[in-house]
């Protein structure tokens, strides 16, 4: 008695389980369809925030003056991007570039610094180190 018993637990055990297993392969079809989902709304959400993001930055870039200081640009498609990023022209602002290839700066007015000699570079570092014991000997 106690192994008919047994069978018949184990036999509406198995059914159980066979109809969980057939539930869950169905629901995993769905749930990779709203993972695909999810994963579309996720790109158009960051696709919002840079929209947004450059947005913000061009209005404000619009409507006061900016300085924008970009340091040691060496790639001129680097400079191409970064150039149609800020509509700097429409609010009066300014650009500060260093650059070692003279091809980035083909657009503005460029600037040729001179090497200090010792002496030169010495003194400039006594005015802007020690401005109130410089004195120009």
Request: proline share 1%; net charge negative.
């Amino acid at each position: 008695m106690v192994d008919s018993v047994a069978t018949i637990a184990l036999e509406t055990l198995r059914d159980l389980l066979i109809e969980e297993a057939k539930f869950l392969s169905s629901v995993g079809g769905e749930v990779e369809e709203v993972r695909r989902q999810l994963n579309i709304m996720h790109c158009f959400l960051k696709d919002a925030d840079r929209r947004q993001d450059r947005y913000n930055s061009q209005t404000v870039q619009r409507d006061r003056k900016c300085l924008l200081v970009l340091d040691d640009v060496w790639e001129v498609d680097h400079w191409n991007c970064l150039w149609r990023a800020f509509p700097i022209a429409e609010a009066d602002s300014k650009v500060l570039l260093t650059i070692r290839n003279q091809n980035i700066a083909s657009r503005g007015y460029v600037h040729n610094l001179k090497c200090l000699d010792e002496d030169e570079g010495w003194e400039l570092l006594q005015k802007i180190a020690f401005p109130n014991n410089y004195s120009q000997g």
